[in-house]
């Protein structure tokens, strides 16, 4: 924990969390955004001899983690539609060859015979799936291709399961323990509360004035931040609003082409952005130091929805 990730203690919940990993346990762990999930299954995976594979449905995400193991000296790839025919091929080389400690790909790839046939030559030491809400039906991002995870795990050997989320009601508990065939899970409920941040809600009579106070909210907020729209039109609207004020913001959403979005988050992370414009493709987990505001410029499908951008 100090060597490689330069950490003194834990956060509250970490703790159990890993040692229940360690221990072998197929493991539940619900906590906030910015509760150090990633540390769960990262610290107790280089203590154990295999490949972890990750399952993460936001490419964002995973771009994010693998850049930071990687600066770790942590050996990890990913692998999803964002990279381009050379990085797959090594990626795909490297984990053929054993020489990879993490391995981040989204479910639509476990689905695919030719990938998971690459782990069976390996010992997959722990499997994690990120944002398991997304496999119930009952869940507010449900995601058809977190159905075939089950048996992707018992394609892999059947190694323990992490499940990770920060929503999760007992119906989609669940399904998750189902879902992914948990055997006795020890289920970790941080809950969600965040004594650090500020909810409020701001009424606008038209589009003109909700654009106004959005300026107005930008203008005034320090560091950089993410302006959350429902669908990819009002996106590319909002991002001209920003351009024609004079107010640095980049644009991310699913259809943009992958060098694009990579180009967007890149910038966005090296502070050359005040605000980032983006659906919900994007976020959840970007590990970004001054992020001081997130702005719902639509209002979400549902309050898990809300909680979770």
């Not at 906590?31 to 995976?45: F, N, R, W």
């Not at 320090?222 to 913001?249: F, H, M, P, Q, W």
Request: glycine letters at 8%.
């Amino acid at each position: 924990m100090r060597g490689t990730f330069g950490l003194e203690d834990f956060r509250p919940g970490q703790e159990a969390v890993i040692d229940s990993i360690v221990d072998g346990h197929d493991t539940i762990a619900v906590m906030p955004t910015g509760a150090g999930k990633s540390l769960c299954y990262q610290l107790p995976a280089l203590h154990l001899p295999g490949i972890t594979v990750v399952v993460s449905p936001l490419i964002a995400l995973m771009k994010d983690q693998t850049d930071k193991l990687q600066a770790l000296g942590v050996r990890a790839r990913q692998v999803n539609s964002a990279i381009d025919a050379a990085e797959l091929k090594d990626a795909l080389s490297a984990i053929d060859k054993g020489e990879v400690e993490f391995v981040f790909a989204t479910p639509e790839r476990l689905e695919d015979p030719d990938f998971i046939a690459l782990f069976k030559q390996h010992h997959v030491d722990l499997f994690v799936v990120d944002e398991a809400h997304c496999l119930s039906e009952w869940g507010h991002d449900f995601r058809p291709a977190f159905l075939g995870l089950g048996t992707a795990i018992k394609e892999v050997g059947s190694p323990p399961v992490l499940a990770l989320t920060a929503t999760a009601t007992v119906r989609v508990l669940q399904d998750i323990v189902r879902g992914l065939g948990l055997k006795d899970p020890a289920t970790f409920n941080l809950g969600i509360y965040r004594s650090n941040l500020q909810y409020e809600v701001r009424h606008t009579a038209n589009d003109t004035a909700k654009q106004q106070h959005l300026i107005r909210i930008l203008r005034e907020m320090d560091g950089s931040g993410i302006v959350y729209c429902a669908t990819v039109k009002n996106c590319e609207a909002v991002t001209r609003v920003l351009e024609a004020e004079g107010i640095s913001g980049g644009m991310y959403h699913g259809r943009m082409a992958a060098s694009r979005r990579r180009e967007t988050q890149d910038r966005f992370r090296t502070g050359d952005l005040h605000a980032i414009v983006a659906t919900n493709a994007f976020g959840m987990g970007i590990d970004k130091p001054d992020i001081r505001f997130v702005v719902h410029y639509d209002m979400p499908g549902s309050l898990e929805s809300y909680y979770q951008e």
